[in-house]
């Protein structure tokens, strides 16, 4: 494997000579440069693109935010990484809108090192250079208009909590995304990373949540992709009862309490490839879903790979892990097609969220070895859990009424 290309960017010699002796240890695996300015930063880039790019925030002349706005223009497919002691909200939430992810300063090495080394493992997930660069090159998702006419209106009511406003973020995949973008930048400085929305708003607070809605629009500027075949609505409903059947099952099978809320999480986000494919590659990926039909679930995966060298799970693993969001999640969307291939051999949340998936979109199904289901039933046999099928689907329809068969 030939050598990662970091370039770190900081005015103060002292930052980079520090940076230097820190990382040492990385100098057979990454070929680093360091420059004292955006100016430099953009003449190393011309003569040879890194695949990443640290920079420090406030810098004479062109600054980080600014810098990485060329960079993301010019060279999209460049991991963006701010490394800053300066922590106004004003600003982190501008670098946050052109990087995938914040970092404070002083930063120890372990830190810096396992989010670049992190950021790129996920890279080569998602497959194709075309695809790597268009999950790069994606900052924001689109919301429903409906769910964010919603937000707005709690968010002006003066009667309203926070547990209101967490309530609404979680029915929409991309709002909650973004939030736990948000969360995990080390702007907050959290020893582990946060999975669980309605902690992500506690930890955010009602002010700062109004300021960026209604003030800086964080969920207002960025449209739904037209791709024939795809409906957002759709996905969204899919997603927000994968979560709802996810946690349930988490619940039933008495996992952990930090499982079950990410339980929750990883099923709201486990089809967002779905949604980068369908913003990066309308066209082709009008043909994929054409050509997927009315197939059985975990068809559809394979036609992904056929006519585009990724798929929505693969995708989808590398947008929420470039976005600092935790491994256990990146992890789940990946494997939610097939949780034998995931690195964790327990019964965990990619067999979760693999079941709630089924279950959404066949309520009706009674026997789990139904091949219309599309179920790893080997897997859930392995798992001594094949016989738990019809007390999931219990729980699940007696939580939400039943839930109706949708997309998977
Ligand atoms: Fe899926
Ligand atoms: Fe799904």
Request: proline share 5%; hydrophobic share 45%.
């Amino acid at each position: 494997m030939s050598a990662i290309r970091v370039l770190f960017v900081d005015d103060e010699p002292r930052v980079l000579e520090g940076l230097k002796r820190m990382l040492r240890p990385k100098r057979n695996e990454w070929q680093m440069t360091f420059v004292g300015s955006a100016a430099e930063a953009l003449t190393t880039l011309k003569k040879e693109p890194c695949e990443v790019v640290v920079t420090d925030m406030r810098m004479p002349g062109m600054n980080g935010a600014e810098l990485l706005e060329v960079v993301q223009r010019e060279y999209p497919d460049t991991i963006r990484l701010i490394l800053s002691g300066q922590a106004e909200t004003e600003s982190v939430m501008k670098a946050l809108g052109v990087s995938h992810q914040f970092l404070s300063k002083p930063c120890d090495a372990e830190v810096l090192q396992g989010t670049i080394s992190r950021a790129f493992a996920l890279r080569d997930l998602a497959g194709s250079e075309q695809v790597k660069g268009l999950v790069a090159r994606i900052n924001k998702l689109p919301t429903l208009p409906s769910s964010y006419q919603k937000l707005v209106d709690v968010l002006k009511s003066p009667n309203s909590s926070i547990e209101d406003v967490a309530e609404i973020i979680s029915t929409d995949p991309a709002m909650t995304a973004r939030l736990l973008k948000l969360v995990n930048s080390a702007y907050f400085g959290l020893q582990k990373p946060v999975a669980d929305v309605a902690r992500a708003g506690a930890l955010l607070g009602l002010d700062r949540i109004m300021a960026l809605v209604l003030g800086q629009g964080i969920f207002s500027d960025c449209d739904a992709p037209k791709v024939e075949g795809f409906s957002m609505e759709a996905l969204w409903q899919h997603s927000v009862s994968t979560a709802a059947a996810a946690h349930r099952i988490a619940i039933v099978e008495q996992m952990e309490r930090d499982v079950v809320a990410a339980a929750f999480l990883a099923g709201m986000l486990h089809d967002i490839g779905k949604l980068v494919l369908a913003m990066g590659l309308p066209d082709q990926y009008a043909k994929v879903l054409k050509q997927a039909g009315n197939a059985r679930p975990g068809e559809l995966q394979q036609i992904e790979m056929l006519e585009l060298r990724a798929s929505h799970t693969d995708v989808g693993a590398y947008l929420v892990g470039l976005w600092g969001l935790p491994n256990t999640i990146a992890e789940a969307i990946a494997y939610h097609e097939d949780p034998s291939q995931a690195r964790t051999q327990a019964f965990a949340l990619p067999a979760i969220v693999h079941a709630a998936d089924r279950l959404v979109y066949r309520p009706d199904i009674t026997d789990p070895r139904s091949p219309e289901l599309g179920l790893n039933v080997a897997y859930f046999e392995k798992h001594g859990r094949i016989d738990r099928w019809n007390e999931w689907r219990d729980a699940v329809a007696a939580a939400s009424g039943s839930p109706q068969g949708s997309q998977t």
